[in-house]
């Protein structure tokens, strides 16, 4: 098992940032592709972003405009994997999550996801 557990969301303007932080604890850290998805109320939960294994590998969605926008980062050593969100703006507002799946092969997936975090609110006022 490994538990996640997502901070650093909260109120912000428009423009403005936002760094999420997900711990992780239970299992050896580098043997798990991770990802953020988001969930805007009333919506389905999307995928973000992801991240490889070793880091070196990173994805992001296509089908809303954070590429440019969103970093995705992870640090082994420290069991935790970032979020660096910038120019933020309204349609972001959502709950974002973290994720986590173990993998043989360093790269990063947008599904499939076993283990989950409870959630960390992102609030982007206009």
């Known amino acids: 098992q490994v538990q996640l557990v997502e901070s650093g969301g909260g109120l912000v303007q428009a423009g403005g940032s936002l760094r999420l932080s997900c711990a992780a604890s239970?299992?050896?850290?580098?043997?798990?592709?991770m990802g953020w998805f988001r969930q805007a109320p009333g919506k389905e939960r999307e995928f973000v972003a992801a991240?490889?294994?070793?880091?070196?590998?990173?994805?992001?969605t296509d089908s809303v405009d954070v590429e440019g926008r969103f970093t995705i980062s992870r640090d082994n050593a420290e069991n935790t994997m970032y979020l660096q969100m910038n120019s933020l703006k309204p349609e972001d507002t959502a709950v974002y999550y973290c994720?986590?799946?173990?993998?043989?092969?360093?790269?990063?997936?947008?599904?499939?996801?076993?283990?989950w975090g409870q959630g960390t609110q992102v609030t982007v006022s206009s």
């Open positions: 994720a986590a799946d173990w993998m043989v092969s360093d790269v990063p997936i947008v599904d499939h996801y076993d283990y």
């Open positions: 239970g299992r050896t850290f580098s043997n798990y592709a």
């Open positions: 991240i490889s294994r070793s880091g070196g590998s990173t994805y992001y």
